[in-house]
């Protein structure tokens, strides 16, 4: 049956990204999920006392739209689990005020779009290895990425989100490559789950 959790965990990430909710919102139906759904990452054991993720207050500075232009190239990442070498490919280069982002498509049955970030909160204020601002394949559609016509993306940092592996070693997550790194801090969207 943890596959049909699963299922379900990803119909309602998906569910509440797709939602016409605001940011206050979001992150009110994100605390429930990650309280109370079997799938959470939130280790079973720190349930009962979660009171929720932390953030940064709303930041309007940090929505932009940036130019994109195309990219090329691979990546390949060992996964040291049942998900192996995953593969992706660069699509396209945001040209974003706090530097140039690749967004990433994941090769695999279905494929998507990937937007990890590490910037100059991480380690300190935010999980060490980076946040994502878009994972398709898990349902984060349309608030952290938003491709706009004339070759345009619209970025809203208030979404980056923590990998499942920051709150809990039983994941194994992909981390921001090297031109996925950001020397600005981006002080938006969730914070580290632990102090």
Known sequence: MR???LADWRER???LYLSDVDLAGFRAGRDDLFATHPQSPIPQT???GFTGLRYF???PEAVVEAPLRPATGELRVDT???DGVVAYRRVA???TPWGPLTLWWIEAYGGGLFVPVRDGTCGQDTYGGGRYLTDTVKGTFGRGVELLPGDRVRLDANYLYNPSCAYDDRWACPLAPPENR???PLRAGELAYHD
Do not use: S, Y
Request: proline share 19%; no cysteine.
């Open 57 to 59: 207050p709303p930041n």
């Open 93 to 95: 280069v945001a040209e």
């Open 46 to 48: 720190d349930r009962p």
């Open 80 to 82: 040291a689990g049942p």
């Open 13 to 15: 990430v998906a569910r």
């Open 3 to 5: 596959d049909l959790e």
């Open 182 to 184: 950001l020397d600005v």
